[in-house]
């Protein structure tokens, strides 16, 4: 879009100061020329409309039959008429441009607040992990205490049963 915009204000201002003229030099007949191609490539753009493609390429079919002379051929609507459709189409490829920067502003700022939420996300689940792993080492020691009590418990109950079973068997 960038190149689109440069061609056609190049266009522009070249065809101006060409169509100034009555005859060219061979320079200016060289310039021309290159703005004449770039003006074909210009016009397959999808922000051209029918009407505007049509101004052009009669423009450049009657240049392309003036064949190498040094003179521009004027169409029937007059030269104002071109300068008109490309200030026209560079009107419409500056807001096509502007609205694909803001489109990309636009892409990038929904991008960055995503990236944003994602990395608190993680940020978050991480602390809870930690938090958890605390909780299974402590749980883990919790249990270890526990079990170990419950060992000294059991034996002391079969301590206990083994003295009642002697004591009821001396008695």
């Known amino acids: 879009m960038l190149e689109t915009v440069d061609t056609l204000g190049g266009a522009t201002k070249e065809l101006k100061k060409s169509l100034g003229f009555v005859q060219l030099t061979s320079e200016a ?17 999808g922000f051209v409309t029918h009407a505007q493609r049509s101004k052009v ?23 104002n008429a071109i300068i008109e459709t490309l200030k026209e189409m560079t009107d419409k490829a500056e807001g096509t441009l502007a609205d694909a920067r803001k489109t990309g ?25 930690a938090e958890s792993t605390k909780s299974k080492a402590f749980n883990a020691e919790s249990k270890a205490v526990a079990q170990k009590d419950l060992s ?15 004591l009821r068997r001396n008695c």
């Open 57 to 79: 390429t009669v423009f450049l079919q009657a240049q392309e039959d003036a064949g190498y002379s040094l003179t521009i051929k004027q169409t029937e609507s007059g030269s």
């Open 105 to 129: 502003m636009e892409g990038a700022h929904a991008h960055s607040l995503l990236k944003q939420g994602m990395e608190n996300e993680i940020k978050s689940m991480n602390q809870e992990m």
């Open 152 to 166: 000294v418990e059991e034996k002391g109950l079969a301590e206990d049963t083994k003295y009642l079973r002697d």
């Open 29 to 45: 007949k060289q310039r021309l020329d290159a703005v004449l191609s770039g003006l074909g490539q210009i016009v397959n753009a």
